[in-house]
């Protein structure tokens, strides 16, 4: 048996380029130039260990530090973290490209800086280039690679500089793109010759190329499930291009309910809940303490907190929102009572968690403390992790997740202990932003043997596939080029040929049109809403251009052709209709008859149940005698209430003792401290730093009306006895009689 050598199939569009689920291929490789770089370094025993861009970023940062008086000090001093950042894009841009670090003169400022700031210095983390240069020396110092057949799409000139010292070692072989692949005459024949750049004249669309307009996500994804399950025979042949991760899992969860066979469409977020445990304790940090972030730790699905505690201590935040308030004090003493909490473990995990160092708002962070904190989850997330693996059915993502908010936890605090003693709010929210930026994957469905293929673009079609479905013709825009014509030029006269974009550019539209010539039968295209949003997909744009001005200015829609029962229009991509009769809904009752015997009778009400009853009935029936309560969602209270609550607690400190009546000085005195010292406490929204006019209006407001209270009780010779005094008695006995007919 003759074994062939390995064909790498290599283009300059990054991305490694995996064989459809049930397909395996042998000794065959296919992507992006990080494809073939890893494969040579596995060949010549040149493994490169993957770091985390975050560390290469903290390393530069700090040889960027050691530039006094730099053009690039002012942007170091305002966004030390995003200017690094920026700064190692466009050195790793440089270092392929054919540059030597050298500081020569012509060059622009900013990479005479950067060559000075690596002068003398070694970098531990190495960039790309550098992961080529060994592979080139290797090859040079005489390494001999096994047999293989290279083949680059794109012409090797294309590729930056540094690469063309490997590709002389290599057993390249011309690339020949293939004819279109659908049949002569046919509209979609006419758009594959066009993106080819050939010239074709206007065509009416046809059952090979349809375009269909939908007026909401909703419609169209039902549509593409329902027009799978018609012909379910065509399911593994059919290619799904959705750019939106979202909408393909919304694609993936009709399928199921269908029975189809799934895509296996993820997505990538770092919203998981788990891994907001890391923002939300550090923001637990600063004082005043939001009590926004400390109600969404608390009501996190997983976290530290036992949910039992953290269901109660939110309860208490909603009424005032505060840490260290009265109605906090009284539900954590009873939490952690000896009768609730006898060894005390639940009084030390929420003293570790809820009571830490503070600091000021405003004001420097200790990296010690960012670093303890990133050390507490992290051993949160490990331990918990740990304990769900014992379980008898692991919950796996769960686990997963829990392993990436580990990772994270521990990525950010040596992030932060190598950036010095201290840290400032936005700086520290950028660290917090890199540790965090990539997330956790979702998936929604498992990605079924004999289902429909989702790519992400036209590029990933790299195999002759029956048909297209796209579902969404828009498209993001390109990255710009980071250096100005000036410096361009600058820059290859010392013969750095930085790409400005072009080749990279090119390179993905040709992979983009090759991937459309693959198709052999048909090609629907269906137009969302959120298109309006984005831009056309340039390839699209191509095909547009060869579409008949009737096809395009009376382009159906989807919700008409399916009311109008013409879904047989779109042939082939069609499915079965059925009308039915809607229910009409239950008619309108003046009266609503209840048994009497449901009813329990009532000796007491109160001021709000009466109101109620009074100016809506509905309202009052179904609070006071169904017993039907909002949801339990926590939530602070508005701004109203807030005020109000609190101003009203004051006065009720303030003046609760009863006694001689103060006078108006000493009132308004006692009334200002007690403002002072119980806003943190008992309204923390308003002792933000952002709201210290709101504040400081409603300190003078309840100073004046404090004077007026105290003014006009004198004044009329009274004095308090009590504040919320519960006042009891009998009124309105005849309401209550009949209550057979509500």
């Given at each position: 048996?003759?074994?062939?050598?390995?064909?790498?199939?290599?283009?300059?569009?990054?991305?490694?380029?995996?064989?459809?689920?049930?397909?395996?291929?042998?000794?065959?490789?296919?992507?992006?130039?990080?494809?073939?770089?890893?494969?040579?370094?596995?060949?010549?025993?040149?493994?490169?260990?993957?770091?985390?861009?975050?560390?290469?970023?903290?390393?530069?940062?700090?040889?960027?530090?050691?530039?006094?008086?730099?053009?690039?000090?002012?942007?170091?001093?305002?966004?030390?973290?995003?200017?690094?950042?920026?700064?190692?894009?466009?050195?790793?841009?440089?270092?392929?490209?054919?540059?030597?670090?050298?500081?020569?003169?012509?060059?622009?400022?900013?990479?005479?800086?950067?060559?000075?700031?690596?002068?003398?210095?070694?970098?531990?983390?190495?960039?790309?280039?550098?992961?080529?240069?060994?592979?080139?020396?290797?090859?040079?110092?005489?390494?001999?690679?096994?047999?293989?057949?290279?083949?680059?799409?794109?012409?090797?000139?294309?590729?930056?500089?540094?690469?063309?010292?490997?590709?002389?070692?290599?057993?390249?072989?011309?690339?020949?793109?293939?004819?279109?692949?659908?049949?002569?005459?046919?509209?979609?024949?006419?758009?594959?010759?066009?993106?080819?750049?050939?010239?074709?004249?206007?065509?009416?669309?046809?059952?090979?190329?349809?375009?269909?307009?939908?007026?909401?996500?909703?419609?169209?994804?039902?549509?593409?499930?329902?027009?799978?399950?018609?012909?379910?025979?065509?399911?593994?042949?059919?290619?799904?291009?959705?750019?939106?991760?979202?909408?393909?899992?919304?694609?993936?969860?009709?399928?199921?309910?269908?029975?189809?066979?799934?895509?296996?469409?993820?997505?990538?977020?770092?919203?998981?809940?788990?891994?907001?445990?890391?923002?939300?304790?550090?923001?637990?940090?600063?004082?005043?303490?939001?009590?926004?972030?400390?109600?969404?730790?608390?009501?996190?699905?997983?976290?530290?907190?036992?949910?039992?505690?953290?269901?109660?201590?939110?309860?208490?935040?909603?009424?005032?929102?505060?840490?260290?308030?009265?109605?906090?004090?009284?539900?954590?003493?009873?939490?952690?009572?000896?009768?609730?909490?006898?060894?005390?473990?639940?009084?030390?995990?929420?003293?570790?968690?809820?009571?830490?160092?503070?600091?000021?708002?405003?004001?420097?962070?200790?990296?010690?403390?960012?670093?303890?904190?990133?050390?507490?989850?992290?051993?949160?997330?490990?331990?918990?992790?740990?304990?769900?693996?014992?379980?008898?059915?692991?919950?796996?993502?769960?686990?997963?997740?829990?392993?990436?908010?580990?990772?994270?936890?521990?990525?950010?605090?040596?992030?932060?202990?190598?950036?010095?003693?201290?840290?400032?709010?936005?700086?520290?929210?950028?660290?917090?932003?890199?540790?965090?930026?990539?997330?956790?994957?979702?998936?929604?469905?498992?990605?079924?043997?004999?289902?429909?293929?989702?790519?992400?673009?036209?590029?990933?079609?790299?195999?002759?596939?029956?048909?297209?479905?796209?579902?969404?013709l828009g498209t993001g825009d390109a990255a710009a080029c980071r250096w100005s014509t000036d410096q361009l030029e600058a820059l290859r006269s010392r013969g750095i040929?930085?790409?400005?974009?072009?080749?990279?550019?090119?390179?993905?539209?040709?992979?983009?049109?090759?991937?459309?010539?693959?198709?052999?039968?048909?090609?629907?295209?269906?137009?969302?809403?959120?298109?309006?949003?984005?831009?056309?997909?340039?390839?699209?744009?191509?095909?547009?251009?060869?579409?008949?001005?009737?096809?395009?200015?009376?382009?159906?829609?989807?919700?008409?052709?399916?009311?109008?029962?013409?879904?047989?229009?779109?042939?082939?991509?069609?499915?079965?209709?059925?009308?039915?009769?809607?229910?009409?809904?239950?008619?309108?009752?003046?009266?609503?008859?209840?048994?009497?015997?449901?009813?329990?009778?009532?000796?007491?009400?109160?001021?709000?149940?009466?109101?109620?009853?009074?100016?809506?009935?509905?309202?009052?029936?179904?609070?006071?005698?169904?017993?039907?309560?909002?949801?339990?969602?926590?939530?602070?209270?508005?701004?109203?209430?807030?005020?109000?609550?609190?101003?009203?607690?004051?006065?009720?400190?303030?003046?609760?003792?009863?006694?001689?009546?103060?006078?108006?000085?000493?009132?308004?005195?006692?009334?200002?401290?007690?403002?002072?010292?119980?806003?943190?406490?008992?309204?923390?929204?308003?002792?933000?730093?952002?709201?210290?006019?709101?504040?400081?209006?409603?300190?003078?407001?309840?100073?004046?009306?404090?004077?007026?209270?105290?003014?006009?009780?004198?004044?009329?010779?009274?004095?308090?006895?009590?504040?919320?005094?519960?006042?009891?008695?009998?009124?309105?006995?005849?309401?209550?009689?009949?209550?057979?007919?509500?």
């Open positions: 048996m003759t074994i062939q050598p390995p064909r790498l199939m290599i283009r300059l569009t990054p991305g490694r380029l995996r064989a459809r689920c049930g397909v395996s291929t042998f000794n065959e490789l296919r992507g992006g130039p990080e494809t073939l770089l890893w494969w040579l370094e596995t060949q010549l025993g040149l493994p490169c260990v993957e770091n985390h861009r975050a560390s290469c970023v903290s390393e530069y940062a700090a040889a960027l530090d050691t530039i006094p008086d730099a053009v690039i000090s002012t942007s170091m001093a305002n966004d030390r973290w995003a200017t690094a950042s920026e700064l190692l894009s466009r050195r790793d841009e440089l270092l392929i490209s054919g540059w030597d670090q050298t500081e020569a003169e012509g060059l622009p400022d900013v990479v005479r800086e950067m060559a000075r700031a690596v002068k003398g210095r070694r970098l531990v983390f190495p960039s790309v280039s550098e992961r080529i240069s060994r592979v080139a020396e290797a090859l040079a110092d005489g390494q001999r690679l096994p047999d293989h057949v290279c083949i680059l799409t794109d012409g090797a000139d294309r590729w930056p500089k540094r690469w063309h010292a490997v590709f002389s070692h290599l057993n390249l072989e011309t690339f020949t793109n293939s004819p279109p692949a659908a049949a002569d005459g046919t509209a979609l024949c006419a758009a594959q010759s066009v993106v080819r750049g050939g010239k074709v004249s206007k065509v009416e669309s046809d059952s090979s190329l349809r375009y269909v307009q939908s007026l909401s996500q909703t419609a169209a994804v039902e549509f593409v499930a329902a027009t799978l399950a018609h012909k379910r025979d065509q399911l593994e042949r059919t290619v799904i291009l959705c750019e939106d991760d979202q909408l393909a899992m919304q694609l993936d969860a009709c399928l199921l309910r269908y029975g189809l066979p799934t895509m296996g469409a993820s997505a990538s977020s770092p919203a998981h809940p788990v891994l907001q445990v890391l923002p939300l304790s550090l923001t637990l940090c600063w004082q005043p303490v939001d009590p926004q972030s400390l109600l969404d730790f608390l009501t996190l699905p997983v976290g530290p907190i036992p949910r039992r505690a953290a269901t109660a201590l939110a309860s208490a935040l909603t009424v005032e929102p505060g840490l260290g308030s009265s109605e906090w004090q009284a539900c954590f003493e009873e939490l952690c009572s000896a009768e609730n909490d006898p060894e005390g473990n639940l009084r030390e995990r929420l003293n570790e968690w809820l009571f830490c160092t503070r600091v000021n708002q405003n004001s420097r962070i200790s990296t010690k403390l960012v670093r303890d904190r990133c050390a507490s989850v992290a051993r949160w997330a490990t331990g918990l992790a740990i304990a769900m693996e014992a379980d008898e059915a692991p919950q796996v993502p769960l686990i997963r997740a829990l392993r990436v908010a580990a990772g994270q936890a521990s990525l950010l605090g040596e992030l932060a202990e190598s950036q010095g003693s201290e840290l400032g709010e936005p700086q520290l929210a950028r660290l917090i932003e890199e540790a965090l930026s990539i997330g956790v994957e979702a998936v929604g469905a498992i990605e079924a043997a004999g289902g429909p293929i989702r790519v992400r673009s036209l590029a990933e079609i790299v195999d002759p596939c029956y048909r297209v479905i796209w579902l969404g040929d930085v790409d400005d974009g072009t080749n990279s550019l090119t390179s993905l539209r040709t992979a983009e049109a090759r991937g459309l010539c693959l198709v052999e039968n048909s090609l629907l295209a269906i137009s969302l809403p959120s298109d309006i949003e984005q831009r056309w997909h340039p390839v699209w744009l191509a095909v547009r251009t060869i579409l008949a001005f009737r096809t395009l200015e009376q382009t159906p829609v989807l919700e008409n052709l399916i009311n109008q029962d013409l879904v047989s229009s779109l042939e082939p991509f069609t499915f079965a209709t059925e009308s039915t009769e809607v229910e009409p809904p239950q008619p309108v009752r003046p009266l609503w008859s209840v048994d009497p015997a449901l009813l329990r009778d009532r000796d007491t009400v109160s001021a709000t149940e009466l109101e109620d009853r009074l100016a809506c009935p509905l309202k009052w029936v179904l609070r006071h005698r169904a017993n039907l309560r909002p949801g339990s969602i926590a939530q602070l209270p508005d701004d109203y209430r807030l005020k109000g609550n609190f101003c009203h607690r004051i006065l009720e400190y303030a003046l609760n003792d009863g006694g001689v009546l103060p006078s108006v000085d000493e009132a308004v005195a006692r009334v200002e401290q007690l403002f002072d010292d119980r806003l943190e406490l008992d309204a923390a929204p308003l002792a933000q730093s952002d709201r210290y006019r709101e504040r400081q209006s409603l300190r003078r407001e309840l100073a004046n009306a404090t004077r007026v209270l105290i003014s006009t009780l004198a004044s009329g010779g009274y004095r308090i006895k009590g504040i919320e005094v519960e006042i009891q008695g009998e009124a309105l006995a005849s309401l209550w009689q009949d209550q057979s007919i509500v």
